[in-house]
């Protein structure tokens, strides 16, 4: 009977550890979903005008965000491939008891049909009753009999429930190694798929690098239209702050600063949940700074996010009011939006479709983004509260 308790305990084990691994590969499975929509986002902008597209830092910013792409569903079935082999392994191992225990009682079983045969050659078993000299006897022996055949009945029963278990464990690890096979094929495709990006990325790094006066004169011209747009959100902030201090509560019953407050409030209240800039896309530049891709020991200073798409509308992304509509060389025509005491800022659009002091919905279209000569349908989007800078990254809803 202890190996019966061994073997429950081995399958115990089993279902826990199946629950836990299942949870691992369903978290893994919906990441690389996510990761997978990603890529096909990013591949739908990329495709558009692939043939057309000549070597440019836009351009650049698409194969790297691909690449990175790339190495995020690889990582992703890397840790799907150790699952899977860690739940082989498991198996394997329980087979391996589950075996050792069969054999066991599948020894014990026939001995006890040896000892059974044994006894009847000998006596049978009515014999065996009537021989009794007491009814006390008798009772003893038809106790013992009854006793025997039933421990016979479960040992052929346990055999059966193990047998019918190994059965089932090595469907399931048959099944695993296919998965393994599967996910081992789709790692050489992906590694493929990176090493010719990689080496798309590396001729189009050393294209761009042959024109470095070139990218030289772009950036001193980003880096002006970047102070512009730091100097015109500025002036907003300070042309609003001063027009609510000049604001007369006692003949605004509602209160325009309370109205402001509550449109601050119901803004944070969103954070993380407000919609993107646009329908779809993904995020060609991060924000903060970081190294230019080609001019060495630069670094460049990103106020916002840059966003490049195939869409060609801009919208507005919570309610608000426009506090300013301006052109700046480079960034195109630029809508901010106040939302209370934050504000959104919107460059990089060809044409304007509101005007300063509308009011604006969540999801208005504001205007239409610029598209470059490859075709490249890029737009730079900014947060702030007051005068700090945020990270739209950490406020906008991350893609499904």
Do not use: C
């Not at 590969?25 to 692939?50: A, G, M, N, Y």
């Not at 070597?55 to 690889?74: P, R």
């Amino acid at each position: 009977m202890k190996y019966i308790k061994i073997i429950l305990v081995f399958l115990l084990f089993f279902f826990f550890f199946e629950s836990i691994a299942q949870k691992s590969k369903t978290f893994l499975e919906k990441e690389k979903q996510k990761t997978k929509q990603k890529i096909d986002e990013t591949k739908s902008v990329i495709i558009k005008t692939e043939n057309e597209k000549e070597s440019t830092l836009s351009y650049l910013k698409e194969i790297n965000a691909k690449v990175e792409k790339k190495e995020t569903v690889l990582k992703s079935m890397r840790e799907e491939m150790k699952i899977l082999q860690a739940d082989i392994e498991e198996l394997s191992f329980i087979i391996t008891s589950l075996e050792s225990d069969m054999a066991i009682l599948k020894k014990e079983y026939a001995e006890l049909i040896y000892n059974t045969q044994k006894q009847t050659r000998s006596l049978s078993i009515l014999s065996f009753l009537f021989t009794s000299q007491n009814f006390y006897q008798l009772f003893l022996r038809l106790q013992y009999h009854n006793q025997y055949a039933k421990l016979r009945s479960i040992q052929a029963r346990e055999i059966a429930k193990i047998s019918q278990s190994l059965e089932t464990e090595k469907k399931i690890i048959e099944k695993k190694q296919f998965q393994k096979e599967q996910v081992v094929k789709n790692i050489i495709t992906e590694n493929n798929t990176l090493t010719s990006l990689k080496k798309t990325k590396d001729a189009l790094v050393i294209q761009l690098s042959n024109r470095q006066k070139e990218l030289e004169a772009e950036l001193v011209l980003y880096m002006e239209a970047v102070k512009k747009i730091d100097e015109l959100i500025a002036k907003t902030i300070n042309n609003n702050e001063k027009k609510n201090n000049t604001i007369d509560t006692k003949i605004n019953p509602k209160s325009i600063i309370e109205e402001e407050y509550k449109r601050g409030i119901a803004f944070e209240s969103k954070k993380n949940k407000l919609i993107w800039p646009v329908k779809s896309g993904f995020v060609s530049s991060k924000f903060g700074r970081q190294p230019h891709p080609i001019l060495k020991r630069i670094e460049i200073e990103n106020q916002g996010i840059d966003i490049q798409t195939k869409e060609k509308k801009a919208r507005a992304i919570h309610d608000g009011i426009v506090s300013t509509v301006a052109f700046v060389p480079v960034m195109q025509n630029v809508v901010i939006i106040k939302h209370g005491e934050y504000y959104t800022l919107y460059a990089k659009l060809s044409e304007i479709h509101v005007k300063k002091g509308d009011k604006i919905k969540t999801g208005q279209i504001i205007g239409d983004i610029f598209v470059d000569t490859n075709k490249i349908a890029e737009i730079q989007f900014q947060i702030w509260k007051n005068n700090q800078k945020l990270n739209p990254e950490n406020w906008i809803m991350m893609q499904k």
